[in-house]
Structures are given as C-alpha cells and as structure tokens.
C-alpha cells in the first residue's frame, strides 16, 4: 500500500486526483519494477505519529483498517481489492 498526503487540489475538487495518483504509480513501476497493491491519497496530518517510519507505518495500516482513515481518492491494483474493516470476514 501507498499512502501519499495531497497537499492542495482546485478548490477541493477530488476530481484531478486519478491523474497524479497515475502518476505516482508509473513512477514507483519506474523506480522499483513493482506494481502498487493500493494506493491512498489523504489530506495532510494524516501520516502521523511518533516513532520511526516503519511503526508510522504500522500505524496508519491499523487505522485504515479500522476504517479510520478518510481517503480523497482509493486505487486498487490487479488482484487486490479494499480490505475487509472492522474484524475477521
């Protein structure tokens, strides 16, 4: 999972999102030769918390499984699809 904080769009409007969320994607395909799973673009102090990255990390995966986290816009890779929230299916 991808989780990338958009700093401002036109007036709100969430409708641009699927162009730099592309983006991001062809540039991680580019960089790394892998294909993202998910990719989340959420506002601004929604990656946060103490610690190192990788507990940040742990941590924000926890919220958004909980259904803590609100996304301006939600990608899912081939094969993978938004996790069951809330507890075992």
Do not use: D, N, S, W
């Not at 959420?42 to 610690?51: I, S, W």
């Not at 742990?58 to 890779?77: D, I, K, N």
């Amino acid at each position: 999972m991808v989780v990338q904080e958009v700093v401002r769009t036109a007036g709100g409007a969430r409708t641009g999102l699927p162009r730099p969320a592309a983006r991001i994607r062809a540039l991680i395909a580019e960089e790394f030769g892998v294909e993202t799973g998910a990719l989340l673009l959420v506002r601004p102090g929604t990656v946060r918390g103490a610690g190192t990255a990788k507990v940040r990390r742990a941590l924000l995966r926890e919220r958004y499984l909980r259904g803590e986290v609100r996304t301006l816009h939600a990608e899912f890779g081939p094969g993978t699809g938004e996790p069951c929230r809330g507890g075992a299916a």
